[in-house]
């Protein structure tokens, strides 16, 4: 069996993001109060928008390639404990359609590797994916609006 790890947004980065007005793009970071929740990068979890959200654009580390670009993300605008569990989809994913997009590991897409996953498939997706020697690892994006959720790594 197959075993992966989902990797959020580092500690360091959430932090410096809270601290900033604009991103490293010099785009004004939205600060969101709702009654809706939202998916954020560092703890992965649905938070709610009453403790307040940050909106943001965010580069990709991975992959370093012509694949790895900016994207939007959601951040609790309050510290939350970073998100470290292996071999467990994050219910940012979970609760989702999600794009799995598989990378080798000079950072090149494998097209037919990627799948869409929803409805509790996710799991079974990852692992699927991973089967395949050539997948380094793998981004999970909202199937929709594109949005990147987390880095998968092989656990």
Known sequence: MTAYRCVPLSTADAMRYRQMSADDFGYPIQRLR???????????QEASGKRGMLLLSHQLYEPPSV???PTAIFLCA?????????????????HRHVSFRAFDSRGMMLY????????GGHDTALRRIFG?????????????AGCMLCHIERG
């Open 78 to 94: 309050e510290d939350c404990p970073r998100f470290d569990v292996a071999d467990v989809v994050p219910p940012i994913v979970a």
């Open 132 to 144: 395949n020697p050539e997948v380094a690892f793998i981004n999970a994006h909202t199937a929709k």
């Open 67 to 69: 694949y790895g670009h």
């Open 34 to 44: 709702s009654d809706e929740t939202y998916p954020c990068r560092h703890c992965l």
């Open 112 to 119: 037919a590797a990627n799948e869409l996953a929803e409805s």
